[in-house]
């Protein structure tokens, strides 16, 4: 694991008679001398590092031996000494409380000397550095995975083994918000983006494939969109970083991330760290930069630029950073006083004068201090989610059978022939509805359309027209034409054959709709098993295709065919 400020990278170091990291100036490049100064104390080897956000020269370890250790990096620190062995560098304070293995630290964003540690014994301790006193537990069911604050430092946001998504409110030592997150079984990883009221997640469904999501914090029951399956790569994928050598970049944008590009490397990479926005290179153009190690041998640098041709300060690209000034101090945070960071203008440092602050445009979080109370009563009524399965038997019915269905196809299709083939001597009926078609006969209607009960049986023909008036003289012509025969006893006969008629036609309607639904269904199911079926052979491969596709294969030609 590697971390990295303006002056500083630390890199976790192999060394023996316990654990041990390395510091190295970034002003010094090149091949390092074969012994380094290394910060050593602990016992156990060093699983995770952490920078003071306001103090470039403090940095916190965690240990396998359960130990939370302070350091401070000497005035004019080098890894080129002139004694013959270098000098190690010791703690300046230890942090005892854990009873098992201390797996990540992480400094409060707003608070000075607010640090917080978990631990394998499921829980988080809030620690002042100043002090060396733990005030705060967080206590959690299985072990914690990653952890990550929110901007102002009163919310803490937690993924753990239980495949549980947690935001805590720290101050009063119980989550404002849990509920379920990635469902695999690896790790998943959480992340605060910045000012925003959302949380970025990473981690792996059951089918073992890498997924990232978007929540927002007042609502967090489930994913903004679902969850975005990435790849299916064994590697466990951080949110800033895929450990498969490459680096994929979004932007956050109308709560979804918008994939820009991809930085690939043909090296894997152990660890990755993003430098602060305060000590990026602004007449560079660069708006990011991280410092990755590769096959333990070496530190790569990564610069993100944006290529402009106007040597001027683009201020477009660069908003405000995070100065070294904290908002408020660890009694005042632990008081309950909040507050976000002041920023600094990076034209002042384009210019090459101190850096000048500037107002914040951020925004109390009205939304996260709402979430502790909806999300526990949302939880907390699930008759909305018992109503939604009740159409999923409906979907899930099994469709009928291709064979069952040809079966009854010719069945209700002899039913209809045999009705067509007893009125197969009124086919003249339709002959006289074509015969009739004269002119001469406008007064007849007047007469025939008061007395005669037709016109109601064309009605509801009539009515699928949005004009009340318009159906009113549309059936007449109709009405004219069927029954202004010059022989009544001939009009009289359609008449009596229309129910059968009807009804027949009723049948054949409600026959081809259940075709319809059939066919789309078997279109359906065709599709799906064509889509299992190819993705089981891009897993399997096709020289040990298994049972299970053969049988699908089968299906699906059989549901062709």
Same mark, same amino acid.
């Given at each position: /694991?590697?971390?990295?400020?303006?002056?500083?990278?630390?890199?976790?170091?192999?060394?023996?008679?316990?654990?041990?990291?390395?510091?190295?100036?970034?002003?010094?490049?090149?091949?390092?001398?074969?012994?380094?100064?290394?910060?050593?104390?602990?016992?156990?080897?060093?699983?995770?590092?952490?920078?003071?956000?306001?103090?470039?020269?403090?940095?916190? +370890?965690? +240990?396998?031996?359960?130990?939370?250790? @302070?350091?401070?990096?000497?005035?004019?620190?080098?890894?080129?000494?002139?004694?013959?062995?270098?000098?190690?560098?010791?703690?300046?304070?230890?942090?005892?409380?854990?009873?098992?293995?201390?797996?990540?630290?992480?400094?409060?964003?707003?608070?000075?000397?607010?640090?917080?540690?978990?631990?394998?014994?499921?829980?988080?301790?809030?620690?002042?550095?100043?002090?060396?006193?733990?005030?705060?537990?967080?206590?959690?069911?299985? @072990?914690?995975?990653?952890?990550?604050?929110?901007?102002?430092?009163? =919310?803490?946001?937690?993924?753990?083994?239980?495949?549980?998504?947690?935001?805590?409110?720290?101050?009063?030592? $119980?989550?404002?918000?849990?509920?379920?997150?990635?469902?695999?079984?690896?790790?998943?990883?959480?992340?605060?983006?910045?000012?925003?009221?959302?949380?970025?997640?990473?981690?792996?469904?059951? %089918? +073992?494939?890498?997924? /990232?999501?978007?929540?927002?914090?007042?609502?967090?029951?489930? !994913?903004?969109?679902?969850?975005?399956?990435?790849? +299916?790569?064994?590697?466990?994928? /951080?949110?800033?970083?895929?450990?498969?050598?490459?680096?994929?970049?979004?932007?956050?944008?109308?709560?979804?991330?918008?994939?820009?590009?991809?930085?690939?490397?043909?090296?894997?990479?152990?660890? @990755?760290?993003? =430098? !602060?926005?305060?000590?990026?290179?602004?007449?560079?153009?660069?708006? /990011?930069?991280?410092?990755?190690?590769?096959?333990?041998?070496?530190?790569?640098?990564?610069?993100?630029?944006?290529?402009?041709?106007?040597?001027?300060?683009? #201020?477009? @690209?660069?908003? !405000?950073?995070?100065?070294?000034?904290?908002?408020?101090?660890?009694?005042?945070?632990?008081?309950?006083?909040?507050?976000?960071?002041?920023?600094?203008?990076?034209?002042?440092?384009?210019?090459?004068?101190?850096?000048?602050?500037?107002?914040?445009?951020?925004?109390?979080?009205?939304? !996260?201090?709402?979430?502790?109370?909806?999300?526990?009563?949302?939880?907390?009524?699930?008759?909305?989610?018992?109503?939604?399965?009740?159409?999923?038997?409906?979907?899930?019915?099994?469709?009928?059978?291709?064979?069952?269905? $040809?079966?009854?196809?010719?069945? %209700?299709?002899?039913?209809?022939?045999?009705?067509?083939?007893?009125?197969?001597?009124?086919?003249?009926?339709?002959?006289?509805?074509?015969?009739?078609?004269?002119?001469?006969?406008?007064?007849?209607?007047?007469?025939?359309?008061?007395?005669?009960?037709?016109?109601?049986?064309?009605?509801?023909?009539?009515?699928?027209?949005?004009?009340?008036?318009?159906?009113?003289?549309?059936?007449?012509?109709?009405?004219?034409?069927?029954?202004?025969?010059?022989?009544?006893?001939?009009?009289?006969?359609?008449?009596?054959?229309?129910?059968?008629?009807?009804? #027949?036609?009723?049948?054949?309607?409600?026959?081809?709709?259940?075709?319809?639904?059939?066919?789309?269904?078997?279109?359906?199911?065709?599709?799906? =098993?064509?889509?299992?079926?190819?993705?089981?052979? %891009?897993?399997?491969?096709?020289?040990?295709?298994?049972?299970?596709?053969?049988? =699908?294969?089968?299906?699906?030609?059989?549901?062709?065919?």
């Amino acid at each position: /694991m590697s971390l990295v400020n303006p002056e500083y990278l630390s890199v976790n170091w192999e060394a023996s008679g316990g654990g041990a990291f390395a510091v190295i100036p970034l002003n010094e490049k090149g091949r390092l001398p074969e012994q380094l100064p290394l910060f050593r104390g602990h016992t156990g080897p060093v699983l995770d590092t952490d920078w003071n956000p306001f103090n470039d020269r403090i940095i916190a +370890s965690g +240990s396998d031996d359960g130990k939370v250790f @302070i350091w401070q990096v000497p005035e004019g620190f080098s890894l080129y000494q002139d004694s013959e062995e270098p000098v190690d560098v010791a703690p300046v304070s230890k942090l005892a409380g854990h009873s098992r293995k201390v797996g990540q630290v992480l400094f409060n964003p707003a608070a000075s000397n607010i640090l917080a540690s978990a631990s394998g014994d499921y829980t988080i301790k809030l620690w002042d550095v100043g002090t060396g006193k733990s005030h705060l537990t967080l206590k959690h069911g299985d @072990i914690v995975q990653s952890l990550s604050w929110n901007a102002n430092g009163t =919310l803490l946001a937690t993924t753990s083994r239980d495949k549980k998504l947690r935001v805590w409110d720290v101050r009063q030592e $119980k989550p404002a918000y849990e509920g379920p997150g990635h469902t695999g079984a690896k790790n998943s990883r959480v992340v605060w983006l910045g000012e925003h009221n959302r949380l970025a997640t990473t981690g792996f469904s059951k %089918m +073992s494939d890498r997924q /990232m999501a978007l929540w927002d914090v007042g609502n967090a029951r489930e !994913p903004i969109g679902g969850f975005t399956v990435l790849d +299916s790569i064994s590697g466990v994928c /951080m949110p800033f970083w895929v450990s498969d050598g490459n680096i994929r970049y979004y932007e956050y944008e109308n709560d979804k991330f918008e994939f820009l590009s991809e930085y690939k490397s043909s090296d894997q990479q152990r660890g @990755i760290a993003f =430098l !602060p926005r305060r000590g990026i290179n602004v007449h560079e153009n660069e708006v /990011m930069r991280a410092y990755k190690t590769v096959n333990d041998t070496y530190v790569e640098p990564i610069s993100f630029t944006v290529p402009r041709r106007a040597e001027v300060f683009q #201020s477009d @690209i660069y908003p !405000p950073a995070t100065g070294l000034k904290p908002a408020v101090t660890a009694e005042e945070w632990l008081a309950g006083k909040d507050g976000v960071p002041p920023k600094i203008d990076l034209e002042s440092v384009y210019e090459g004068n101190a850096p000048v602050e500037v107002p914040s445009d951020y925004k109390p979080p009205p939304a !996260p201090a709402a979430a502790p109370a909806p999300s526990p009563t949302k939880a907390a009524a699930p008759p909305p989610a018992k109503k939604e399965p009740e159409p999923t038997p409906v979907q899930r019915a099994p469709p009928p059978s291709i064979s069952e269905q $040809k079966g009854s196809i010719s069945a %209700m299709a002899s039913k209809f022939q045999d009705e067509e083939e007893e009125e197969a001597d009124d086919n003249s009926s339709f002959e006289e509805i074509q015969k009739p078609i004269q002119k001469s006969v406008p007064a007849a209607a007047a007469r025939v359309e008061p007395t005669k009960t037709a016109p109601p049986k064309a009605a509801p023909v009539s009515q699928a027209t949005p004009n009340s008036q318009a159906p009113a003289a549309s059936p007449t012509p109709a009405t004219i034409q069927t029954s202004s025969g010059p022989i009544s006893a001939v009009g009289s006969q359609p008449s009596s054959n229309n129910p059968a008629v009807e009804s #027949s036609l009723a049948e054949i309607k409600k026959l081809l709709e259940a075709q319809t639904k059939t066919i789309t269904a078997q279109t359906e199911k065709i599709g799906l =098993l064509t889509q299992e079926v190819d993705t089981l052979k %891009m897993r399997v491969g096709p020289g040990d295709q298994s049972e299970r596709i053969r049988q =699908l294969e089968l299906e699906l030609e059989a549901a062709r065919s």
